[in-house]
């Protein structure tokens, strides 16, 4: 059984980038509405998908010209500079509006490093975990990462920082082409930009055509070996951590799934014991004395054996619902019952759970190689009476279903609803039918769906594929625009 949660305590997610098809921010609402928690959230606006959730309390809108401020180059850079002040105004007014103190969950980076560094001068209307106001900054700083898994021992690609434009072609050299290109303060990129936090490089020109736009950036340019993707090559650890690095909630899990097709965020993830995962994170929250939620992604190297450490973002990932144990514990409810000074019970793991985004799964099966489509049972699962209504509160059920669906919940549909019409309504609808025709064209390869049962295993023609997959874009969001080689939440 979950532990009782303080339900006079409500909790605020706060997520600065915007993003309306953000499924972890409406995994978070559902989490702890379903536990009697009173949910406020940060939306882009009172009509978007997560906003239709019947667990919200309310939604309060971001300001129609954001908080983000303007940054400074060099080597001093700052989280969010002038931000600060228009995010804690922000802060403090949702703050009088909700009437007493609250849970902070931030849902992005920019979120978290923000909150951590005024948190003492919101003492009183937040609960955030005990930390250094600088911790999330540093840990989200891909060049500090870097050094910090040296000094431990944790594997990471070789990453350069050349200072001129020589350096940069002769660091392309030195790791050898094709190589990521990554920023190391992404948060810092100017939003609806062309440039985007990490970028597959091919040539040393375009490695010099970069650095040149340091200064647009804001921060330094990283030059990174390119670990070579894969099927079964991309993990990823959610955890919540309580003083003295004792886990809380959370475990390792595997990317089925992704969209982009091998470079994106997660559209099938499924929950896997992975002992040298869990042991790199254990270290790093031993090391930080690291308190609250992560999110880490890995990617597995056969060129070293060895799982590479390429993120870590100091927040709830988008598919944390996965890490939901048989006790209807997760990472978000691990959160605020530490932080209301109630003890989680020991975490009871369902390892093979399966965690579905419904939009991008679709995309990411459609792009897919024949053998690698989403089986169809899995697809069943998603979307019969197993989804159910994901309530694990106590309300007469003891297991949590096997999968979880991001969208769809039959206890609270609205927001799938929205989002299925949003995302018709962006460009979907003209795509989808672009894929129809393509789909219907003679010859080609074809896509084979999997036998039913009882076919004697016979496959199922159902038209030419030929890229149309692609074609089916979703609509472009920041994550979308921001990433394209190593994988993200």
């Known amino acids: 059984m979950s532990p009782p949660f303080d339900t006079e305590v409500p909790v605020l997610l706060l997520r600065i980038d915007r993003n309306p098809f953000h499924h972890g921010t409406l995994g978070a609402i559902r989490s ?3 536990a009697g928690v009173e949910v406020h959230a940060v939306v882009e606006s009172p009509h978007c998908p997560i906003g239709r959730s019947r667990y919200l ?16 180059t060099g080597e001093t850079i700052d989280a969010g500079g002038a931000s600060d002040d228009r995010l804690e105004r922000m802060l403090r007014q949702i703050s009088d509006r909700i009437g007493r103190p609250a849970v902070l969950i931030p849902m992005d980076d920019m979120g978290a490093i923000a909150a951590a ?17 600088d911790l999330p900054q540093r840990v989200a700083d891909k060049a500090r990462l870097a050094a910090m898994c040296g000094e431990l021992g944790i594997p990471h690609p070789p990453t350069l920082s050349p200072r001129s434009a020589g350096e940069t072609a002769a660091a392309a050299r030195e790791l050898g082409l094709p190589l990521i290109a990554k920023w190391s303060r992404p948060w810092l990129l100017p939003q609806g930009g062309a440039l985007r936090s990490t970028t597959v490089v091919t040539t040393e020109d375009q490695a010099r055509a970069l650095y040149r736009r340091s200064g647009e950036a804001g921060s330094r340019l990283l030059l990174q070996r390119l670990v070579p993707g894969g099927r079964n090559t991309d993990w990823f650890f959610h955890g919540c951590f309580t003083g003295g690095a004792v886990r809380l909630a959370g475990g390792a899990g595997r990317k089925e799934r992704s969209w982009p097709v091998g470079a994106g965020l997660t559209a099938v993830g499924r929950w896997l014991p992975n002992p040298e995962v869990e042991s790199a994170a254990r270290l790093l929250a031993e090391h930080l004395d690291y308190r609250g939620v992560l999110d880490l992604d890995f990617r597995f190297d056969a060129a070293t054996d060895t799982y590479q450490l390429l993120d870590f973002n100091p ?5 944390f619902r996965l890490f939901t144990d048989r006790s209807g514990l997760d990472v978000v409810r691990a959160l605020h019952l530490d932080l209301t000074g109630r003890t989680a019970a020991p975490a009871d793991p369902v390892p093979g759970r399966l965690f579905v985004a419904e939009n991008y799964a679709l995309l990411s099966s459609l792009a897919a190689l024949p053998s690698e489509g989403l089986p169809l049972a899995a697809a069943r699962r998603a979307r019969g ?3 159910g209504d994901g ?22 549909p609205a927001p799938f609803l929205a989002m299925a019409t949003a995302w018709l309504g962006q460009g979907g609808r003209k795509a989808a039918v672009r894929l129809g025709r393509r789909l219907l064209r003679p010859g ?5 769906e999997p036998a039913p049962e009882g076919t004697g295993g016979r496959s199922r023609r159902i038209g030419r594929a030929g890229g149309a997959a692609a074609s089916l874009g979703a609509p472009r969001t920041p994550a979308d625009l921001r990433t394209t080689e190593h994988p993200t939440a």
């Open 32 to 34: 702890l509405g379903r």
């Open 117 to 133: 560094r005024f948190a003492g001068r919101l003492t009183g209307r937040f609960l955030l975990p005990e930390q250094p106001p």
């Open 315 to 319: 927040r709830p990932g988008a598919q």
């Open 385 to 387: 009476p197993a989804a």
């Open 57 to 72: 309390r309310q939604g309060h809108q971001l300001p129609a010209d954001g908080v983000r401020g303007t940054h400074r």
């Open 444 to 448: 080609g390869p074809a896509v084979r």
């Open 391 to 412: 309530s694990d509160a106590g309300e007469g059920r003891k297991e949590p279903r096997e999968t979880e669906t991001a969208w769809f919940a039959a206890d609270d």
